[in-house]
């Protein structure tokens, strides 16, 4: 299966999966490739096969085969796009049409899902993204962002809400139903992936991607480029700061998928 497509929901380490996963090679150049398109489109457009393929292209790799990222908060709205009048009225048949659409035209996927076991640490690293505009750092300290934020993480911590953070973690445990929904229902098996594995037991884990996809490991593993926005130091004090905001009025939630 050297196709691959990777399912997750915002920030939970799947831009180092794709990396990853492109960079062992024979598995495509996973990537949000459709998502610039489903923002930008104009009127009605559809995603027809030949724009489908156009779109897929970057995901390419030099044996042909295709990486895709799909996430949860946008797959509903993408499927129906793509499949038209085709399109189950329900969400999650309507994604997984889609996905199955997808290995028929491009023959099977490896499946895998991300997921971060914190989801506290999940909903702060959306919430700084917000804030200040930065998505990732390379291995080398250097700053990825995508746009001017308002801030930085500091001036974010002076002024959090944690009420802002537990909607971002109902959010998050929508689409992590959804996921799991939608797994049940794929043709495709899906391959769990820790993000707290990916990041203690790099090789360890990557090893089961590679035996999922079929593939062998590679005899040397590339270097690893990128690395956590949110420090462990930093992470923390927003945990205290939470735990005084929740406090202060005798508040206690428990957030599940």
């Known amino acids: 299966m050297p196709n691959t497509l990777i399912l997750a929901t915002q920030r939970t380490g799947s831009t180092l999966l794709c990396s990853e996963l492109a960079d062992i090679g024979g598995l495509g150049a996973p990537g949000e490739h459709l998502l610039d398109w489903l923002?930008?489109?104009?009127?009605?457009?559809?995603?027809?096969?030949?724009?489908?393929?156009?779109?897929?292209?970057?995901?390419?790799?030099?044996?042909?085969?295709?990486?895709?990222?799909?996430?949860?908060?946008?797959?509903?709205?993408?499927?129906?796009?793509?499949?038209?009048?085709?399109?189950?009225?329900?969400?999650?048949?309507?994604?997984?049409?889609?996905?199955?659409?997808?290995?028929?035209?491009?023959?099977?996927?490896?499946?895998?899902?991300?997921?971060?076991?914190?989801?506290?640490?999940?909903?702060?690293?959306?919430?700084?993204?917000?804030?200040?505009?930065?998505?990732?750092?390379?291995?080398?300290?250097?700053?990825?962002?995508?746009?001017?934020?308002?801030?930085?993480?500091?001036?974010?911590?002076?002024?959090?809400?944690?009420?802002?953070?537990?909607?971002?973690?109902?959010?998050?445990?929508a689409e992590l139903r959804y996921l799991d929904q939608l797994g049940t229902r794929l043709r495709q098996p899906v391959h769990p992936v820790p993000y707290e594995a990916l990041c203690e037991r790099r090789e360890e884990t990557l090893a089961l991607a590679c035996a999922h996809a079929g593939i062998a490991p590679p005899a040397t593993w590339p270097r690893r480029w990128m690395r956590k926005v949110v420090d462990p130091e930093l992470g923390e004090r927003f945990r205290r700061e939470a735990a005084r905001q929740r406090a202060a009025v005798g508040y206690v939630r428990r957030f599940s998928a």
């Open 39 to 173: 923002r930008n489109r104009g009127g009605q457009e559809t995603l027809t096969p030949d724009r489908l393929d156009a779109l897929l292209a970057p995901g390419r790799d030099g044996d042909g085969n295709v990486g895709l990222k799909l996430m949860a908060d946008y797959l509903p709205a993408l499927a129906e796009l793509a499949l038209g009048e085709r399109a189950p009225q329900d969400p999650v048949a309507a994604g997984a049409a889609f996905i199955d659409s997808l290995a028929e035209r491009y023959g099977p996927f490896a499946v895998f899902r991300i997921d971060r076991e914190d989801r506290f640490d999940q909903a702060l690293s959306r919430y700084l993204a917000v804030y200040t505009g930065v998505y990732f750092r390379t291995a080398d300290g250097e700053i990825t962002q995508q746009f001017a934020g308002q801030c930085s993480a500091e001036a974010a911590l002076e002024c959090f809400d944690v009420w802002a953070l537990d909607r971002l973690m109902t959010e998050i445990c």
